[in-house]
């Protein structure tokens, strides 16, 4: 049984690339001329990933919370591809930070800028949040909701990793709400390999983080609450998974 949800979960990831092709394609000519829908094109493309998912490899998904409809910051944790996509299709406006290389790839790049990324240098962290800062200055004249990895990177369930200021500073400069995202993706879809488990995958979104913390008072009530949370999902993940 393992050999065979190998080789479904193969044909999914090879159907979800090909149908990412086709979408950008199709509406790359109107995502050019119009910012609403390269969002349509980015939305369609996620709700088949959650549609193949369900019947292609029993991987069901589930978004708890209330999903933020205004300008908000995003503070979420990141172990998958999923988390990204999940996250992306339960709000009306997403933008990401992302590195600025992902910026020069083809179609990517152009559809992230339409839809208002926040492209970041890497370097030293110092240099790296004043650049992030007049970026987000630049592109949040739309409102949305502005999703960021406070880990800065994929983390695997169960591990552990710093939670980086910069996003402190955002809500301190933004002003607005964050709402802290917790997820327990990882467990069913890893960050490497190809192997995607049955089961249900869930985000959660939790209570917002009104504006007026210090950064320092931010950044600890933010990790206690999405890392706890976390580790209750994952929890549920284990009692739950059977495998198949």
């Known amino acids: ?64 919370g209330t999903p933020p409809k205004g300008a908000v910051v995003i503070a979420a944790k990141h172990q998958s591809f999923l988390d990204i996509i999940m996250i992306y299709h339960a709000v009306p406006r997403g933008k990401f930070i992302m590195k600025r290389e992902l910026m020069w790839a083809p179609l990517l790049g152009q559809y992230a800028l339409r839809l208002g990324c926040v492209p970041v240098n890497r370097g030293k962290r110092g240099a790296a949040i004043e650049q992030m800062k007049k970026d987000v200055e630049r ?51 890893p960050k490497r390999g190809i192997l995607r488990k049955p ?23 933010l990790e206690e609450a999405v890392e706890t949370k976390s580790d209750a999902l994952l929890a549920e993940a284990k009692g739950n998974h059977e495998p198949n």
């Open 1 to 64: 049984m393992g050999a065979v949800q190998w080789v479904r979960s193969l044909l999914f990831n090879v159907s979800i690339y090909v149908v990412m092709l086709i979408y950008a394609i199709a509406f790359f000519p109107f995502a050019l001329f119009s910012r609403a829908w390269a969002f349509r094109a980015c939305h369609a493309w996620c709700a088949f990933v959650i549609w193949a998912a369900r019947w292609m490899v029993g991987l069901k998904t589930e978004v708890r």
């Open 139 to 189: 592109e949040f004249a739309e409102p949305g909701q502005l999703i960021i990895y406070p880990q800065g990177t994929r983390v695997a369930p169960g591990h552990k990793k710093p939670y980086k200021v910069g996003t402190g500073v955002l809500y301190e400069q933004l002003g607005q709400p964050c709402v802290p995202v917790a997820a327990n993706v990882g467990y069913f879809w």
């Open 199 to 221: 089961g249900l995958a869930v985000v959660e979104f939790l209570d917002p983080l009104e504006p007026g913390l210090s950064v320092s008072e931010f950044m600890k009530t």
